[in-house]
Protein backbone atom coordinates (compact mmCIF):
# COMPACT_ATOMS: atom_id res chain seq x y z
CA UNK A 1 0.00 0.00 0.00
CA UNK A 2 1.68 3.44 -1.02
CA UNK A 3 1.97 6.45 1.29
CA UNK A 4 -1.35 8.87 1.81
CA UNK A 5 -0.72 11.94 0.21
CA UNK A 6 -0.89 15.25 3.39
CA UNK A 7 -4.04 16.76 3.32
CA UNK A 8 -3.05 20.27 2.27
CA UNK A 9 -6.74 21.69 2.33
CA UNK A 10 -7.30 21.26 6.28
CA UNK A 11 -6.42 23.70 8.26
CA UNK A 12 -5.03 22.35 11.46
CA UNK A 13 -5.81 24.76 14.38
CA UNK A 14 -3.36 24.02 16.98
CA UNK A 15 -0.47 24.61 14.27
CA UNK A 16 0.14 28.33 15.02
CA UNK A 17 -2.33 28.53 18.62
CA UNK A 18 0.29 29.81 21.97
CA UNK A 19 -1.94 29.54 25.05
CA UNK A 20 -2.21 33.23 26.31
CA UNK A 21 0.17 34.37 29.06
CA UNK A 22 -1.13 33.05 32.48
CA UNK A 23 0.66 35.80 34.65
CA UNK A 24 2.62 39.06 34.27
CA UNK A 25 6.12 38.15 32.93
CA UNK A 26 9.39 40.21 33.32
CA UNK A 27 12.29 38.65 31.52
CA UNK A 28 15.23 38.24 34.10
CA UNK A 29 17.62 38.50 31.31
CA UNK A 30 16.56 42.60 30.54
CA UNK A 31 16.73 43.19 33.84
CA UNK A 32 19.51 41.71 35.43
CA UNK A 33 21.33 43.98 37.84
CA UNK A 34 23.66 44.43 40.62
CA UNK A 35 20.83 45.57 42.86
CA UNK A 36 17.49 45.98 43.27
CA UNK A 37 18.00 49.55 42.60
CA UNK A 38 19.24 49.02 38.96
CA UNK A 39 16.63 45.93 38.58
CA UNK A 40 14.08 48.58 38.96
CA UNK A 41 15.44 50.80 37.08
CA UNK A 42 16.14 48.51 34.23
CA UNK A 43 12.60 47.40 34.35
CA UNK A 44 11.23 51.25 34.00
CA UNK A 45 13.17 51.88 31.30
CA UNK A 46 11.53 48.66 29.74
CA UNK A 47 8.91 49.97 30.09
CA UNK A 48 8.51 53.35 29.04
CA UNK A 49 10.83 52.22 25.54
CA UNK A 50 8.29 49.38 24.74
CA UNK A 51 4.94 51.56 25.82
CA UNK A 52 3.09 53.43 22.85
CA UNK A 53 3.42 56.42 24.38
CA UNK A 54 6.77 58.58 24.67
CA UNK A 55 8.33 59.62 27.76
CA UNK A 56 7.17 62.94 26.99
CA UNK A 57 3.24 61.89 26.76
CA UNK A 58 3.58 59.47 30.04
CA UNK A 59 4.97 62.03 32.53
CA UNK A 60 2.24 64.07 31.41
CA UNK A 61 -0.59 61.93 32.40
CA UNK A 62 1.46 60.78 35.24
CA UNK A 63 1.15 64.18 36.17
CA UNK A 64 -2.03 64.71 35.46
CA UNK A 65 -2.61 61.55 37.23
CA UNK A 66 -0.71 62.18 40.31
CA UNK A 67 -1.89 66.13 40.85
CA UNK A 68 1.89 67.09 40.39
CA UNK A 69 4.95 67.89 38.22
CA UNK A 70 6.49 64.28 36.76
CA UNK A 71 9.28 65.78 34.21
CA UNK A 72 10.39 62.95 31.13
CA UNK A 73 13.85 63.86 32.93
CA UNK A 74 13.20 62.49 35.95
CA UNK A 75 11.83 59.33 34.09
CA UNK A 76 14.79 59.32 32.31
CA UNK A 77 16.42 59.19 35.86
CA UNK A 78 14.28 56.87 36.73
CA UNK A 79 15.04 54.44 34.09
CA UNK A 80 18.95 54.67 34.44
CA UNK A 81 20.67 52.76 36.89
CA UNK A 82 23.53 54.65 37.24
CA UNK A 83 21.35 57.71 38.38
CA UNK A 84 20.72 57.83 41.94
CA UNK A 85 16.97 58.81 42.01
CA UNK A 86 15.10 56.13 42.83
CA UNK A 87 11.40 56.14 42.37
CA UNK A 88 8.75 56.25 44.98
CA UNK A 89 6.13 53.75 45.25
CA UNK A 90 3.66 56.35 44.45
CA UNK A 91 5.15 57.35 41.36
CA UNK A 92 6.11 53.48 40.71
CA UNK A 93 2.05 53.06 41.17
CA UNK A 94 1.37 55.81 38.43
CA UNK A 95 3.85 54.53 35.93
CA UNK A 96 1.96 51.57 35.94
CA UNK A 97 -1.40 52.96 36.10
CA UNK A 98 -1.11 55.40 32.87
CA UNK A 99 1.08 52.53 30.55
CA UNK A 100 -1.42 49.61 32.02
CA UNK A 101 1.91 47.50 31.95
CA UNK A 102 2.45 45.90 35.45
CA UNK A 103 5.44 44.32 35.09
CA UNK A 104 7.64 46.62 36.91
CA UNK A 105 5.24 45.26 40.13
CA UNK A 106 5.71 41.66 38.88
CA UNK A 107 9.60 41.86 39.17
CA UNK A 108 9.23 42.72 42.72
CA UNK A 109 6.40 40.52 43.91
CA UNK A 110 8.14 37.34 42.23
CA UNK A 111 10.87 37.98 44.12
CA UNK A 112 8.47 37.06 47.14
CA UNK A 113 6.98 33.89 45.22
CA UNK A 114 3.53 36.02 44.51
CA UNK A 115 2.80 36.73 40.78
CA UNK A 116 0.30 38.98 39.12
CA UNK A 117 -2.51 37.20 36.91
CA UNK A 118 -5.39 39.12 35.23
CA UNK A 119 -8.57 39.27 37.38
CA UNK A 120 -10.44 37.28 34.91
CA UNK A 121 -8.54 34.22 35.48
CA UNK A 122 -9.12 33.90 39.60
CA UNK A 123 -11.91 32.29 38.88
CA UNK A 124 -9.55 29.42 37.22
CA UNK A 125 -7.65 29.63 40.05
CA UNK A 126 -9.95 29.60 42.49
CA UNK A 127 -12.06 26.46 40.68
CA UNK A 128 -8.30 24.49 40.70
CA UNK A 129 -7.80 25.05 44.44
CA UNK A 130 -11.37 24.02 45.02
CA UNK A 131 -10.48 20.92 42.89
CA UNK A 132 -7.46 20.32 44.65
CA UNK A 133 -9.21 20.24 48.37
CA UNK A 134 -12.16 17.56 46.73
CA UNK A 135 -9.28 15.04 45.97
CA UNK A 136 -7.68 15.72 48.81
CA UNK A 137 -11.11 15.09 50.52
CA UNK A 138 -11.61 11.66 48.23
CA UNK A 139 -8.49 10.42 49.01
CA UNK A 140 -9.12 11.41 53.10
CA UNK A 141 -12.70 9.81 52.78
CA UNK A 142 -11.41 6.75 51.33
CA UNK A 143 -8.35 6.07 53.82
CA UNK A 144 -11.74 6.57 56.25
CA UNK A 145 -13.94 3.62 54.56
CA UNK A 146 -10.88 1.26 54.26
CA UNK A 147 -10.70 1.47 58.03
CA UNK A 148 -14.07 0.85 59.04
CA UNK A 149 -15.23 -1.44 56.39
CA UNK A 150 -12.62 -3.97 56.56
Known sequence: MGRRKKDVYTIDMFDEYEPPEVKVVVSEQKI????????????????????????????????DYLRE???PNILNNYASPSQEHNISFYRLWALVYVTSDPRPLASLLGKIGYA??????????????????????????????LKWKR
Open 69 to 71: DVS
Open 116 to 145: IIDEKLTGAVEEALIEARLEDLQARKKTAR
Open 32 to 63: MANSLRGEISKTIALVLNESPMDRVEIAQKMS
